[in-house]
């Protein structure tokens, strides 16, 4: 029994093996040809089904960033020579040119000759020679001399050669190779899809890929806010490959793309494909669906936000226009640029935050080289990173200290004898003697602030001392960060003994004076806010002394259904311990400068009332002084405070129009006749006027 079965197993053994010899010999032999055929048609891959990132919308629920579908053309690794790979290359672009598509690169060399590095400073500039092994000291013509070298370029025209180097090198610095491809261009017309696909023999290694692009709904709107996705480069990669992600991913580069990435990023899908001999991606089996990210809500008004941008370019304009008209020079002319932040002082919420000059994130790549080189940094978010000498809106903080300490009382009256001769041999000017040879006479602190009386507030600084400006300062978050998610935040500085030391190197200069102090009080020497933390600052003296972490994401909800996976709430960073008299005092000033103070003109018979602060902040000789204003309405029952600076604003008031602009929009006041008398930007008051 047991030799049969043994006999029967032999047997099978050979039928297998014979089976098999035959299979081998119809697949090689019989039909060869037709399996060959078959494979070279045939390439299998595994393809990802890229997630379309999470949408941004406003607090109202508005789109600002969306996605749509278009069309990438993605480069594989092949053996081709560098020739041929230049010469394929060049082909490209003649066709991207035809079309109408401008390439970009991140190579740090102007585009056209005379040929010279675009770095934003010097620190940039030595990470840049030593990430990519160059001697530093090499010209911009020396180094594109070592990649016509590297890339066997020698024999590419003069003309292309620049392009070329450009995007040869962009392929390096993306980690490009057999397991990593490359996107040559993305976001082409359909008319370049068709060229590249009729002429595929000429572009070996090219595919035509779907994929999505971010699609900003309002243009520049918000565009600092919204910030704005890139390609990941090697240097990120080595961290980005541990959270799943693929080099050809697009990442959040700047602003909330950046800080939401996490949400908004999604899950890829896998799918599994076939190229065929012409290159071209052919349909397969889904095996994951894709996952889109979650959308993000901003705290933002996307319509007092479109009407702050509108109203800061709009009167930065006109005071240029009316400072050249003048003629007398250092009166706004050189007016270019600015920032407005509204914040709702209950909340810490941030409803508009604009900064002018913008740019546009979608064009951003083919706009990078001349953003950069503008002398107007469109690309700076002024409204969290610049830090301005606050000049007269700071004299509320001081009022407070003083009030708060004791130094001066609430109807004390001090007289502003035009001149501040309490030191020998430092006798600081009232602006207003500067100006016409003026006093403002004796003085309370509410009038003082009315009258932005420097010698008033020389005289309470002195008396509170630099500790206890410095101390309350800090406590309405003057100096600190305010607690937006956004990472560009600056944290600004107040001007005090500590700081000082920091700015100088020389003993003497590094000490104290009694003048540092009074200085400060009126807010010059060495203080310098975000327009952000100004905002802030205001919105703690409007609300009663609670001082709220500022943040622009209110919550993040599932694509899948909607609901919420992260809701921010409101926080109270410090409970200032201010007496309601004192805040009361010094909101009564601040009513008054809008009711018969520096920005009377603006809110002259303005149906809301509207509490302020104007300031004027000296720069340098050579240029025309800085413009503030700060506020919030409605005075009895405060909703929302507003900061406003303008770089070269002549004088603080003109700050207050776009200040007013943004209650209309807030309020939803209709712009009567009335409410639009004194529009027009004047050069006719004094440009020391706080």
Not at 32 to 53: F, H, M, T
Not at 386 to 394: A, K
Request: hydrophobic share 35%; aromatic share 10%.
């Amino acid at each position: 029994m047991t030799k049969r079965r043994l006999f029967l197993l032999k047997i099978l053994i050979v039928i297998m093996l014979l089976s098999i010899v035959w299979r081998l010999y119809n697949m090689q032999v019989i039909n060869g040809e037709g399996y060959k055929n078959l494979s070279n048609q045939r390439v299998s891959a595994n393809i990802v089904e890229k997630a379309p990132r999470g949408e941004i919308t406003d607090r109202n629920g508005k789109a600002l960033v969306t996605n749509r579908r278009g069309y990438s053309l993605r480069l594989q690794k092949t053996g081709m020579s560098d020739d041929d790979f230049n010469a394929m290359l060049l082909r490209l672009f003649n066709i991207l040119d035809g079309e109408g598509y401008q390439l970009s690169d991140t190579l740090p060399i102007s585009a056209e000759a005379p040929y010279e590095f675009i770095f934003s400073g010097k620190e940039e500039e030595k990470k840049w020679f030593s990430d990519n092994s160059l001697k530093v000291g090499m010209t911009a013509d020396d180094v594109l001399n070592y990649y016509k070298e590297r890339y066997n370029a020698e024999k590419i025209p003069e003309n292309e050669l620049r392009r070329l180097i450009g995007m040869r090198y962009d392929i390096r610095k993306s980690g490009f190779s057999i397991n990593s491809s490359y996107i040559l261009a993305s976001d082409v017309p359909i008319s370049v899809v068709s060229k590249v696909k009729e002429r595929g023999d000429e572009f070996q290694g090219i595919s035509v890929t779907q994929d999505y692009f971010r699609e900003y709904t309002s243009g520049k709107l918000a565009a600092h806010i919204l910030g704005r996705v890139g390609k990941i480069y090697k240097e990120e990669y080595a961290e980005l490959k541990e959270k799943g992600y693929s080099i050809s991913d697009v990442v959040g580069k700047q602003g909330i793309e950046k800080i939401c990435e996490s949400y908004l990023r999604g899950e890829n899908g896998t799918k599994s494909a076939f190229y065929g001999k012409d290159k071209e991606l052919l349909k397969g089996e889904t095996e994951r669906e894709a996952v889109p990210g979650d959308y993000v809500v901003l705290t933002i008004d996307s319509e007092l936000q479109r009407v702050a941008e509108e109203s800061l370019e709009r009167n930065i304009k006109q005071i240029a226009a009316a400072g050249a008209a003048d003629g007398r020079g250092k009166r706004g002319e050189d007016a270019k640029a600015g920032a407005a932040v509204v914040i709702d002082v209950n909340t810490g919420e941030i409803l508009a935050s604009a900064t002018y000059p913008s740019y546009s994130p979608e064009t951003f790549s083919a706009d990078y080289e001349s953003l950069s080189e503008d002398d107007a940094k469109p690309l700076w978010n002024r409204a969290i990173s610049g830090t301005y000498t606050p000049g007269s809106t700071f004299k509320p903080l001081t009022a407070i200290a003083a009030l708060s300490t004791g130094a001066i009382t609430a109807n004390e009256q001090i007289t502003c004898e035009g001149v501040y001769k309490f030191y020998e041999d430092y006798q600081p000017k009232c602006w207003i003697w500067s100006e016409q040879h003026l006093t403002h006479g004796p003085l309370n602190v509410s009038q003082a602030i009315v009258e932005s009386c420097n010698y008033f507030f020389y005289e309470t600084g002195r008396r509170t001392g630099i500790d206890a400006i410095s101390e309350y300062a800090k406590k309405f978050g003057l100096g600190e960060k305010t607690g937006i998610e956004l990472a560009e935040e600056i944290k600004g500085n107040v001007s005090s003994p500590e700081y000082k030391k920091t700015l100088y190197k020389d003993e003497k200069e590094k000490r104290w004076v009694a003048g540092d102090t009074i200085q400060t009080a009126i807010g010059q020497s060495y203080s310098a806010f975000t327009p952000l933390s100004l905002a802030n600052y205001v919105a703690t003296i409007a609300n009663g002394g609670n001082r709220y972490k500022a943040h622009i994401i209110k919550s993040v909800r599932s694509a899948k259904d909607g609901a919420v996976v992260y809701e921010e709430k409101p926080i109270v960073i410090e409970n200032v311990n201010v007496s309601e008299d004192i805040l009361k005092t010094v909101k009564n000033g601040m009513l008054g400068v809008t009711d018969e103070g520096s920005a009377k003109q603006i809110f002259e018979g303005y149906p809301i009332n509207v509490g302020g602060k104007t300031g004027t902040a000296q720069i340098s000789k050579k240029s025309s002084n800085n413009a503030l204003f700060v506020s919030f309405a409605p005075f009895d029952k405060p909703e929302i405070a507003v900061a406003v600076i303008i770089e070269h604003g002549y004088r603080g008031a003109n700050a207050a129009y776009v200040a007013r602009d943004i209650f209309d929009e807030y309020f939803g006041l209709n712009r009567s006749a009335e409410n639009q008398q004194n529009t027009e930007i004047s050069t006719e008051n004094t440009a020391l006027l706080p």
